[in-house]
């Protein structure tokens, strides 16, 4: 086999809370997020030396270069295609490292479980700081409530396919900066808590629509301290005043809304996870 390729999908986290513990394996975040109808579409090829190209540039991509050393025992090219940008919310990096888990199986013939794909890129994105919960929703696909850490990889399905959501970004937030900022980190799980208990209480009345999860996201990110773009907080402000119901991306300077607002790119909430093409 000369090529394989691997689709996985882009992540928008609502709300997070950090799960520590010292083994990368465990790691992990409680939280609610859902994949979208766009993503990520890896090829994994035999080359001369190891190397990641990003929409045609060849970039220092950490976390999946860890992917490739954890799999590959041969020189790797991991070529990633996507209309999304990275470091914007949109779970590129466990998109990615998924996809890219997915087709070096196949490239190579190891024979490993999806899941055992998935929990590698899980590991490769917590020993990296990229991330803790992206790739158990893509992983899984679909709305995602995570009341265990998402290292246990069990996932809520809440049914909210199909939605029409709507994104900008204004630019990115190194997730690295967050998760190791212990201040910050404890302020957002305080914040989180709250944020989840509401999530929970709706459930237990059958109100959970995506209005309700978003109003629940946007005063997380304002309790957490983590809304502190303008751009991103006066956007909200507007789609709000237009009687739509928005928050930020975590985590990017970004936003998500259930309602059309200038600058905003139209997905839909889609059910599909990882996948070969």
């Known amino acids: 086999m000369n090529s394989a390729k691997a689709?996985?999908?882009?992540?928008?986290?609502?709300?997070?809370?950090?799960?520590?513990?010292?083994?990368?394996?465990?790691?992990?975040?409680?939280?609610?997020?859902?994949?979208?109808?766009?993503?990520?579409?890896?090829?994994?090829?035999?080359?001369?030396?190891?190397e990641v190209v990003?929409?045609?540039?060849?970039?220092?991509?950490?976390?999946?270069?860890?992917?490739?050393?954890?799999?590959?025992?041969?020189?790797?090219?991991?070529?990633?295609?996507?209309?999304?940008?990275?470091?914007?919310?949109?779970?590129?990096?466990?998109a990615s490292a998924l996809a890219a888990a997915y087709g070096l199986n196949k490239l190579l013939d190891l024979k490993k479980?999806?899941?055992?794909?998935?929990?590698i890129a899980h590991i490769a994105e917590v020993e990296n700081k990229t991330g803790l919960g992206d790739v158990v929703n893509q992983y899984y696909g679909g709305f995602c409530l995570k009341l265990k850490p998402s290292s246990h990889f069990e996932v809520k399905k809440l049914h909210i396919n199909?939605?029409?959501?709507?994104?900008?970004?204004?630019?990115?937030?190194?997730t690295k900066t967050i998760i190791t900022n212990k201040r910050l980190k404890k302020?957002?799980?305080n914040a989180a808590s709250v944020a989840l208990s509401k999530i929970k209480n709706l459930l237990?009345?059958?109100?959970?629509?995506?209005?309700?999860?978003?109003?629940?996201?946007?005063?997380?990110a304002a309790d957490s301290g983590l809304l502190r773009d303008r751009q991103t907080a006066e956007t909200i402000k507007?789609?709000?005043k237009s009687k739509g119901n928005a928050s930020m991306i975590m985590l990017g300077n970004a936003v998500f809304s259930d309602k059309p607002f200038k600058g905003a790119l139209k997905f839909k909430i889609a059910d599909k996870g990882a996948c070969l093409i």
């Open 54 to 94: 990003f929409n045609s540039k060849s970039i220092n991509f950490p976390t999946v270069m860890s992917v490739m050393k954890k799999l590959a025992n041969e020189k790797v090219r991991v070529y990633i295609e996507t209309k999304l940008p990275l470091g914007c919310g949109f779970g590129l990096s466990g």
């Open 162 to 174: 199909n939605a029409d959501v709507y994104c900008r970004y204004f630019g990115k937030i190194p």
């Open 7 to 50: 689709f996985a999908p882009a992540n928008i986290s609502c709300i997070f809370k950090v799960y520590e513990n010292k083994n990368p394996r465990w790691m992990g975040s409680y939280g609610i997020g859902f994949t979208l109808n766009e993503g990520v579409v890896v090829s994994a090829s035999k080359a001369k030396r190891n």
């Open 187 to 189: 302020r957002i799980n």
């Open 238 to 240: 507007k789609i709000e």
């Open 204 to 220: 237990k009345v059958n109100d959970i629509k995506f209005g309700n999860i978003i109003k629940a996201s946007k005063e997380f």
């Open 113 to 119: 479980s999806n899941k055992e794909l998935a929990v």
